[in-house]
């Protein structure tokens, strides 16, 4: 599928480009290479030579120190791009693993380079990419540093419903292809504790659990819930 073709073009590089300018962005772009579930599209210190953006799919990021400790650092959906956190240093801080069959297209950050110095738009959404990135990564440390378990629970659900509200606008169920564990390590929490607060919020009506399908009753009112707690803890 072409980036003209694509709905999630918007979320994307090539947000603002139009006629012979997304055409020759497109042929730089290797678009819709298939990943299967688990599979690596870059590893932890490879040398940094494309972004990918995710068609379909999830995929998560994930950090390993020298100990062995590995730590999940991200979630990304359709539409949103992967890698730009390796442009400063030319090394990928991290490791991406397809969390389910995924389609993602490659996008060479040296092509990208030679187009975005003859079109300053692609370089003003690359910048807006890369302030997306910014604005993730602080919410990460403000939900790890000064939360509580419930808290840091609740904040994940939402933003994973207001994600997926951009995907599938007609439908309240969640499917989380990430596992508990896999949430665990996100939040900072143990696994028990995943568990415990999803089971929690299931007995008091949030929501319903059935494998990874969440069902939110009510999100506005669960929004509101988890703004409200927000605001007592800081």
């Known amino acids: 599928m072409k980036c003209s073709d694509c709905k999630w073009r918007k979320y994307c590089l090539p947000s603002d480009l139009s006629g012979p300018s997304l055409s020759e962005f497109e042929h730089i772009v290797h678009l819709g290479k298939k990943f299967e579930k688990e599979q690596r599209i870059y590893s932890q210190g490879s040398s940094f ?35 730009l956190d390796a442009i400063d240093t030319d090394k990928y801080p991290g490791t991406a693993i397809a969390l389910e069959d995924s389609i993602i297209c490659e996008i060479p ?21 890369m302030g997306r990135e910014f604005v993730r990564d602080q ?5 790890l540093g000064s939360r ?11 933003s994973i419903a207001k994600r997926h509200t951009i995907m599938n606008p007609e439908s309240q169920q969640l499917q989380l292809s990430m596992s508990r564990t896999d949430i665990a390590s996100f939040l900072g929490i143990s696994l028990e504790t995943v568990s415990r607060e999803l089971t929690k919020l299931k007995k008091n009506g949030w929501l319903e659990l059935s494998g990874r399908n969440v069902l939110i009753h009510q999100p506005a009112n669960f929004k509101e819930y988890v703004f409200q707690l927000a605001d007592k803890t800081i």
């Open 109 to 129: 950050f040296a092509h990208l380079e030679q187009i975005a110095q003859q079109q300053p738009i692609l370089n003003q959404s690359l910048f807006k990419l």
């Open 148 to 158: 509580a378990a419930e808290e840091r629970v609740l904040s994940f659900l939402s």
């Open 49 to 83: 030579r494309s972004l990918f953006a995710i068609q379909s799919g999830s995929v998560k990021t994930q950090y390993t120190l020298t100990s062995g400790y590995t730590q999940v650092t991200a979630f990304y959906y359709p539409g949103e791009v992967i890698g």
């Open 139 to 143: 919410s990460l440390l403000f939900l």
